[in-house]
Structure formats: structure tokens, C-alpha cells
């Protein structure tokens, strides 16, 4: 019995290389920017929560009751920079003060270091946070463009975790959750851009 393979002469065209790099804004080259450098790659997910509707006498699904409940739509990446403003970032509605003088464990004032205290103060009942755009952009084989996932409105929804381990380097999970935009409810805040090549190339 021969091997059976979905393998063509296509397949290494069609195969998405290497961790990528994460920007916030990257339609906005006014406010595109890097997140930092990460390790362990990222993870972008569309779920979407389906409702089968039943009717009696039939036993399973029937053809077109099926309607959307729910969508999340999410990124997850992993920085190994860590930054007062990505600790911003990780926890919404959060800010850092103008600086202090820094100073060691032991309470001596370091010279030419400013300590930045990160806190947040929840004033109203529905604080008003900050949502910006957030893709991820990777190498799509044989291709000069990359592909694109992103989420539009994102927020950070994830706990803020750090890990302190001899010979080790604290990374700063962060996961970002596509929010829907109120003028445009109808629109799913995710978005994949794929790049193909022209026939006549």
C-alpha cells in the first residue's frame, strides 16, 4: 500500500515560519510600535461560542439553526523585556508615578537610576481604559509580505505573573482580548490578513 500524503509542490509556499513580532497600532505608522522582544513564541485564537437549536421531533442538528452566541477573540505573547510602561500594559486602568530617586534594598540612593512606582486607583465604577490595536506579524513562506493576525480595541485580560528563579529570566505573559467597537457592533474586533502571489507573477 502506497503513502498517503496531503503533501504537493504548493505546501512549502503555505507554511507560517517562526515566532513573529507583536506591534501595537500597526495600520497607525504614527503610532506603530514594538512591544519588546518575547520568548515561547504567541498564540492568537477566535472562539466563538455556537447555539444548536432544537426542535422536537428532530433528533440532531438541523440545517441553518445554528446562530453565534458569543466571540472572543484573543493574543497571547510572552515578553522577556519588561518595561514600566508593558507593566502598564498587563494591568488596565494601572500608572506609574513621575519618579523617586532610586534606592537598594538596603535604602542607598543609586546614582543616575529613578524608581517608578506602578499602581492603579479605580475612581469611577467603569474606568475608562485604554484599547489599542494589537497584531501579530510572521514570516508566510515564499512570500515578501508577512501574515497578519490582529485584534482591534485589545486589552490586556490576564492576571499579572511574574516568576524569580536562579538562572532564569522573568517573563511577562500577557493576554490581550479584542473588545467590539459600539459604532460598528456587527464587526468582529480580529482580523487575519494572508498574503498570495499575483498570477502573473
Known amino acids: 500500500m502506497g503513502r498517503k500524503t496531503g503533501v504537493t509542490k504548493e505546501t512549502t509556499k503555505r507554511l507560517v515560519l517562526d515566532a513573529g513580532v507583536v506591534y501595537f497600532n500597526i ?20 472562539e466563538t461560542e455556537w447555539r444548536d437549536m432544537p426542535f422536537d421531533g ?21 515578553l522577556i523585556e519588561i518595561t514600566k510602561e508593558l507593566l502598564k500594559t498587563a494591568v488596565p486602568g494601572s500608572d506609574f508615578d513621575e519618579g523617586t530617586d532610586a534606592k537598594d534594598e538596603t535604602g542607598v540612593t543609586v546614582t543616575g537610576e529613578t524608581h517608578y512606582e506602578i499602581k492603579r486607583i479605580m475612581k469611577e465604577t467603569i474606568p475608562n481604559f485604554e484599547y489599542t490595536d494589537v497584531a501579530i ?34 517573563v511577562l505573559t500577557i493576554t490581550f482580548t479584542g473588545a467590539f ?21
Open 181 to 201: 467597537d459600539p459604532d460598528n457592533i456587527a464587526e468582529e474586533p480580529w482580523f487575519i490578513r494572508i498574503p498570495e502571489m499575483n498570477e502573473a507573477q
Open 137 to 170: 506579524v510572521a514570516e508566510y513562506a515564499h512570500h515578501k509580505a508577512p501574515i497578519i493576525c490582529g485584534l482591534k480595541n485589545a486589552m490586556a485580560n490576564s492576571n499579572l505573573s511574574l516568576t524569580f528563579a536562579d538562572a532564569e529570566e522573568s
Open 58 to 78: 428532530v433528533g440532531g442538528l438541523v440545517k441553518g439553526a445554528r446562530r453565534a452566541i458569543n466571540v472572543t477573540c484573543s493574543l497571547t505573547v510572552n
Open 27 to 46: 495600520d497607525d505608522p504614527t503610532k506603530r510600535k514594538i512591544l519588546g522582544a518575547c520568548r515561547g513564541g504567541g498564540e492568537f485564537v477566535v
